[in-house]
């Protein structure tokens, strides 16, 4: 019972950050649901006895996107023409 | 009823998700975002079917892994794409005329 | 409007993919992978089946798959300008970064090694450890420790291809040899899937860090624009 519990909670927050990385306004916000919805799928791999998978979300969905996609949002504020300039 | 067919169901609910976002968002990593989501639930339906109906699967668990490197991949060449884009015409979106929706002042 | 139209969509097709997933997962079961596998782990050299399928009964996949990652690296680095990497503006000015970085450069390069070295009996692999690797290497770009191998020169074009290279090498040196093309010969197994691995790890690191590395530098000069700042 208790497990069942577990697996809809994980459940639920998989589907919960994956509308709210479309449904969040700001670009910065989307972003860091992703990386959220990234440790939840870790989670839910090892729920499904594959700790191999999770191994491999946790690295590269959690850690190698993230820095990844919060650079690209960085560069996206700033403008194309001033990215030598201060404000980051 | 297993632990396996729910997740597979939660990967069809993803998948769904993404493919709403991929066709309704017009920002370009918005777009790149939603393409994730539906990879992510290709991959959860693929291991949750298999695994329920056959017990723990390794076959499916190699193609995904192999999948999540790949995919991580294609999404680091497709912001290294995007970049460029936004940085020789200014937009990030593919609609002619439009700004985009993060208002850089 | 459009939102409707595109959410009537979505919901019809969602409906149609839960009746699919439904309908399958109440057939009889029909395969039985998991037991060919179980069957065939004696001869695959290794004792983590995820490890076996990856890299010998499915390796085409895997050889493959690295294909694609050289081709993406590839890719990037040619849409990037790389004008200095020891560029200042695009270093952290973070002390806790600098300090942190001393302590966690030698223990991540520990855990990379120690995936590397357990994917053969658990879950690891090269997969997990080239993640791992690139991970380390993006916060040694970020602390702006000199990375000048990230230059496209011959050191980059060696270390990109170099996974691909040696699995390429082994499957053809075993077709050459009487074998199957990509079937490892009897009892070299293990030996030449941690080989195989080793390089792969390499690799798939390299490809991810140069894809980093590509996507801010790509727009840092135009030669037109003035460069006043």
């Known amino acids: 019972m208790t497990s069942w519990l577990l697996d809809g909670l994980v459940v639920f927050m998989l589907l919960a950050t994956a509308v709210s990385v479309l449904a969040s306004r700001s670009l910065f916000r989307a972003v860091v649901m992703f990386i959220a919805f990234g440790m939840l799928m870790a989670l839910a791999w090892v729920r499904l006895q594959a700790p191999d998978i999770a191994l491999a979300e946790a690295a590269i969905g959690a850690g190698l996107t993230g820095v990844l996609l919060l650079d690209a949002v960085a560069h996206f504020r700033r403008g194309p023409d001033k990215e030598r300039g201060g404000a980051s | ?105 | 409007m459009r939102l409707a139209a595109v959410l009537v969509l979505c919901a019809v097709f969602a409906m149609a993919l839960v009746g699919t997933v439904w309908q399958i997962a109440g057939q009889p079961v029909g395969g039985t992978l998991p037991e060919t596998v179980a069957d065939a782990m004696a001869d695959s050299g290794v004792d983590h089946p995820v490890t076996a399928v990856l890299l010998n009964f499915r390796s085409y996949d895997t050889l493959l798959e690295i294909g694609v990652l050289v081709i993406a690296a590839i890719a990037g680095i040619s849409m990037a300008r790389l004008p200095s990497l020891e560029d200042p503006e695009l270093r952290t000015h973070d002390s806790l970064l600098h300090a942190l970085q001393r302590w966690f450069l030698p223990l991540m390069w520990l855990v990379a090694g120690y995936l590397l070295w357990a994917g053969a009996v658990q879950p690891g692999g090269a997969f997990q450890a080239g993640a791992v690797l690139a991970g380390t290497g993006v916060l040694m770009r970020l602390g702006g420790m000199p990375m000048n191998f990230l230059q496209p020169r011959l050191l980059l074009r060696v270390g990109l291809a170099l996974g691909f290279a040696v699995f390429l090498l082994v499957a053809v040196v075993s077709a050459a040899g009487g074998d199957a093309f990509l079937a490892y010969p009897e009892g070299m197994a293990k030996p030449l899937i941690l080989l195989i691995e080793i390089f792969l790890t390499l690799s798939i690191a390299m490809v991810l860090l140069s894809l980093f590395v590509a996507a801010p530098v790509n727009d840092a000069r135009e030669p037109a624009e003035g460069e006043s700042e």
Not at chain 2, 25 to 31: A, F, G, I, S
Not at chain 2, 38 to 63: C, E, I, K, W
């Open chain 2, 1 to 105: 009823m297993s632990v396996h067919l729910l997740y597979a169901f939660a990967g069809a609910g993803v998948f769904t998700i993404g493919l709403f976002g991929m066709v309704f968002m017009v920002h370009l990593l918005r777009k790149l975002l939603a393409f994730n989501l539906m990879g992510s639930g290709t991959f959860l339906v693929l291991v949750g079917l298999a695994q329920h109906r056959n017990g723990v699967d390794p076959v499916p668990q190699a193609l995904v892994l192999t999948g999540i490197v790949v995919a991580i991949a294609a999404t680091a060449l497709a912001l290294v794409l995007i970049r460029r884009y936004f940085h020789l015409t200014g937009q990030v979106t593919l609609e002619p005329g439009s700004r985009d929706d993060e208002g850089h002042s």
